[in-house]
T-cell receptor, first 117, second 115 residues
Framework: GAGVSQSPRYKVAKRGQDVALRCDPISGHVSLFWYQQALGQGPEFLTYFQNEAQLDKSGLPSDRFFAERPEGSVSTLKIQRTQQEDSAVYLC???????????????FGPGTRLTVL | AQKVTQAQTEISVVEKEDVTLDCVYETRDTTYYLFWYKQPPSGELVFLIRRNSFDEQNEISGRYSWNFQKSTSSFNFTITASQVVDSAVYFCALSEVLNTDKLIFGTGTRLQVFP
């Protein structure tokens, strides 16, 4: 079956531009996570959705970052007024359901590599 | 505080050697999960294994095996008879049931297997 897909795969933005990154989770997966991975580092949590509800946004680095999942499937991560420090790979992951063993394994998309010039 | 430490930044081996990747974690929760993911050069994180905090049985899957020891807060990963295709960055991660299941990753270990 289809895995998690993300688009675009690569995005180059000039400093100050707004960007929108899309994530299409595995069909039927209730939970959706966004992570940021800087070069040479492990992914870091940004935000979490259960269906359309954003239950945890503690990892968003500033109010320039905003995520939504209005219909409980596709999610968009938006970054306003991009800065050079926003350059990273943005990973999306989904799981059937969080909190329950067997169902809580997160499956990752290929990521979007954002470069801010 | 939750933390995952992968002290080995990079390991190089020759094909057919065995290699062990170390992972040490910190958590205050009694119920948690540990994971290993593989990130090949293509960039996508590939799930390898999940372990819950109540199951300390070691696991073997083909050439891969995992050793979970709560006494030392470690969850080490061994590849037997390594192959060039095993070359990748390997991440250990922790999630806590009471913390929305978000994954806390280590900094990764880059494994290079030379022919």
């Amino acid at each position: 079956g289809a895995g998690v897909s993300q688009s675009p795969r690569y995005k180059v933005a000039k400093r100050g531009q707004d960007v929108a990154l899309r994530c299409d989770p595995i069909s039927g997966h209730v939970s959706l996570f966004w992570y940021q991975q800087a070069l040479g580092q492990g992914p870091e949590f940004l935000t979490y959705f259960q269906n359309e509800a954003q239950l945890d946004k503690s990892g968003l680095p500033s109010d320039r970052f905003f995520a939504e999942r209005p219909e409980g499937s596709v999610s968009t991560l938006k970054i306003q007024r991009t800065q050079q420090e926003d350059s990273a790979v943005y990973l999306c992951a989904s799981s059937l359901r969080s909190g329950l063993e067997i169902l809580n394994t997160q499956y990752f998309g290929p990521g979007t590599r954002l470069t801010v010039l | 505080a939750q933390k995952v430490t992968q002290a080995q930044t990079e390991i190089s081996v020759v094909e057919k050697e065995d290699v062990t990747l170390d992972c040490v974690y910190e958590t205050r929760d009694t119920t948690y999960y540990l994971f290993w993911y593989k990130q090949p050069p293509s960039g996508e994180l590939v799930f390898l294994i999940r372990r819950n905090s109540f199951d300390e049985q070691n696991e073997i899957s083909g050439r891969y095996s995992w050793n979970f020891q709560k006494s030392t807060s470690s969850f080490n990963f061994t590849i037997t008879a390594s192959q060039v295709v095993d070359s990748a960055v390997y991440f250990c991660a922790l999630s806590e049931v009471l913390n929305t299941d978000k994954l806390i990753f280590g900094t990764g270990t880059r494994l290079q297997v030379f022919p």
